[in-house]
């Protein structure tokens, strides 16, 4: 008897019981019963019986997501995820998706809580200490620190001119305020980008040497469509309630004078994003660049921006050189807007984007106090974090599957590149392309050369003030910035994001691998098939190689330089292969709409090519058996399959990689996730990348012309 759990949590533990309460025993196991099968689990020397138990297990979890009834050839996602929804249904107030990915970061969570809420022990190094005084210190702030939390946010306010909301009515003087140079002075001791980002980078021109880039920031709503469309308008109306019970609780500003507020910083911040890029047009960093001296940025505006005065507050310093300026629509609106909104309320906008940094909800439950202190712990800390959790539950065999499913994948690759498969690439392109392969490197994102002792022995933290720890670490950080500016520069440094997703960085010609991948029984495991690994661990990989190739990613070569090296023959060839993603992927409808119209295709065609490329890469793997004995082999092919479900090995392969995307989306999440993502939902991740497989439309004998096995396929790689 296989049977639907409400389980969420696919530790080894539970999953161990879930198989046991409901294929041993038709009635509810007692608490002793329970308790022996753990213990024979954990004691028990008997391999192979903890290895049927695992496979059973992930064999009952798999089948309890499919919904079978439903026809694979016409909709695989819902073949492969049906039942997903009534085993991780979303939460109205809380959560608004569920998937995969939400428990690996869970599981992962619980893994740096554990971390951070053990004692201090006496080899704890400098950093890790550091660590859990900053974490100590944020528990610690509750509801009876209240008025003093408040006056210390004024204080940070005051710093700066103090905010019109908290002032009586007339008494704020408008003339007194400069919001260049405000701003200016915020990001010169915290580093924090508020209307304009101040951000460094190598030059294009010449790697060895920092640049200073200035454009739009990031905004809290992420895109334009947030903030215009009328799909999203549930969004801004929970933004803008957000930001009056922020200015009520945290200020104390009175509720008439908080929701003015709000609305007011709400329409400041549409007005903002009137200007900021679409990424949909899948336009380059460089592309949207143009080197400035100060004078020709000042004539450009007309001296509305005064970038001389800007860049010396912000660096402390007198600043002659040449920079970047991004984005240069982004300024235009920018010089426009402030022309027509009053003083106060850029004032107002200016200092809460400042006091929100700040903000930290001191009336939640112990436990959910616990998270928010590590997501600001992982804000400011993630790389010492990642680092502990490597060294602590690292397999050494696990980065050794990694390293080999990687280097399957690339081998796959180049005899792809060295085919005549891809000859539409001319041969002098395709020789480039082989150079940037064979310089393409993979890693473990788990920071193990990194001198954290170096990093933060400047750093002094209290272990009872949460709001000064905040300065600390943001003057500490800016403080480096500004240090490095002079220096050669550094590789690309995005802690909190490659901490849970891998990415392919194209300036370094690179792939990381965030350490949380690395949990076993999600994924992968010793027991399970090679299938599930190459099907998930080996798509993830092979999805990041062929970023390096897609529209986004060639325009970098071997040495991570950004240059164009494809010849017009190859880019026309390209191009029109592309546009058969473009049409495809449009004519998807997701919450009944179709999704919108996006020239950058990267996401497309890095998950075609990537399960295409894992595919080929576990077949390769298949075909080494043949080197191993007789006995040996057949026992490998038979853990090739799982207990109780009745499907090939290859079949298998796609089922896993289908089970990775399963999710549920609460409505009023769907139009923002298909508006902000440049990733197309889930459930076309799956959909559009196996009907462009032949393979898939083999193994599950899906017959042509059916929604799965579509006539006209696209394929780039």
């Known amino acids: 008897m296989i ?13 161990c019981l879930h198989l046991l309460l409901c294929v041993h025993d038709s009635q509810p196991a007692s608490v002793p019963q329970v308790q022996l099968y753990e213990q024979k689990i954990s004691q028990s020397n008997d391999t192979v019986y903890v290895r049927d138990v695992m496979r059973q297990a992930k064999a009952a979890e798999m089948r309890n997501y499919m919904q079978p009834e439903v026809d694979a050839c016409d909709d695989f996602f819902q073949y492969a995820c049906g039942n997903w929804a009534k085993i991780n249904p979303t939460d109205a107030r809380n959560v608004l998706e569920t998937n995969f990915f939400a428990l690996l970061v869970s599981t992962y969570n619980q893994k740096q809580l554990k971390v951070l809420t ?13 660590l859990k005084t900053f974490f100590d210190a944020c528990r610690q702030l509750d509801d009876k620190q209240r008025e003093r939390y408040k006056l210390k946010l004024w204080e940070v306010a005051e710093e700066f001119g103090q905010m019109p909301a908290l002032m009586p009515e007339g008494t704020w003087e408008a003339g007194e305020f400069d919001w260049l140079a405000t701003i200016a002075r915020i990001q010169h001791k915290y580093g924090l980008d508020i209307i304009l980002q101040l951000g460094m980078r190598e030059d294009f021109v010449n790697k060895t040497v920092s640049k200073l880039f200035i454009g739009q920031p990031t905004l809290a709503l992420q895109s334009r469509a947030m903030y215009k469309s009328q799909a999203t308008k549930w969004h801004r109306d929970k933004y803008q309630e957000e930001i009056e019970q922020s200015l009520q609780k945290y200020l104390g500003i009175k509720d008439d004078v908080a929701i003015k507020t709000a609305r007011q910083i709400l329409y400041f911040e549409s007005r903002l994003a009137d200007g900021i890029m679409d990424r949909r047009l899948g336009k380059t960093l460089r592309s949207m660049a143009v080197l400035r001296t100060i004078d020709e940025m000042l004539a450009a505006y007309e001296g509305a921006i005064d970038v001389r005065a800007y860049m010396n507050i912000s660096l402390g310093e007198a600043f002659n050189d040449t920079f970047y300026e991004y984005h240069v629509e982004y300024q235009r609106n920018l010089v426009q807007m402030l022309k027509e909104i009053p003083k106060e309320q850029v004032a107002n906008y200016v200092i809460y984007q400042l006091l929100k940094t700040f903000f930290f909800d001191y009336e939640a439950t112990n436990s959910a106090k616990e998270k928010l202190c590590l997501d600001k712990t992982k804000l400011y800390f993630a790389k ?22 990687w280097l399957k994948i690339r081998e796959i690759f180049q005899e792809e590149l060295e085919s005549d498969s891809l000859k539409w690439i001319s041969a002098m392109t395709r020789k480039v392309a082989l150079e940037k392969l064979a310089a393409m490197r993979l890693e473990i994102n788990s920071y193990e050369t990194s001198k954290f002792a170096e990093e933060f022995k400047e750093l002094a933290l209290s272990h009872t003030d949460y709001i000064e720890n905040i300065k600390q670490v943001l003057i500490h950080k800016t403080k480096q910035g500004l240090a490095n500016l002079r220096q050669v520069p550094k590789p690309m440094e995005m802690p909190v994001a490659l901490s849970i997703s891998p990415a392919y960085i194209g300036k370094e010609n690179l792939i990381k ?3 949380m991948l690395l949990q076993p029984n999600f994924l992968w495991s010793d027991h399970y098939p090679h299938a599930l690994k190459f099907a998930t661990l080996g798509y993830l990989v092979a999805h990041e190689l062929i970023h390096g190739f897609d529209d986004m990613g060639r325009n970098f070569d071997a040495n ?19 546009k058969c993603f473009k049409r495809q992927y449009s004519l998807y409808r997701y919450n009944g709409k179709y999704l919108p119209p996006s020239e950058l295709q990267a996401e497309n065609i890095a998950d075609n090519g990537g399960i295409q490329l894992a595919y080929s890469a576990y077949q390769k793997w298949l075909a080494s058996l043949n080197d191993t004995a007789l006995v040996g082999r057949k026992q490998l092919l038979a853990l090739e399959t799982l207990p109780n479900l009745n499907f090939t090995n290859h079949q298998l392969f796609f089922l896993a990689f289908s089970q990775y995307w399963c999710n549920d989306v609460d409505e009023r999440y769907r139009d923002k996730v298909s508006l902000i993502s440049i990733h197309a939902p889930a459930k076309y991740r799956v959909i559009g990348s196996l009907a462009n497989f032949q393979s898939f439309a083999e193994k599950f004998q899906c017959a042509s012309g059916t929604n799965m096995n579509p006539k006209r396929k696209c394929k780039i790689y």
Do not use: M
């Open 384 to 405: 010492v974090l990642d680092n502990i959790i490597y060294r602590k539950y690292n397999s050494g065999s696990t980065v050794a599957d990694i390293n080999l499913i």
């Open 560 to 578: 991570g330089t950004e240059q164009s090296w494809w010849d017009n023959n190859s880019t026309e060839a390209f191009n029109e292969r592309k």
């Open 118 to 130: 053990e004692e201090a022990h006496a080899d704890d190094d400098a950093a890790t200490v550091q």
């Open 513 to 515: 691998i965030p350490v």
């Open 3 to 15: 049977c639907i759990s409400s389980v969420r949590n696919f530790s080894f533990r539970l999953l």
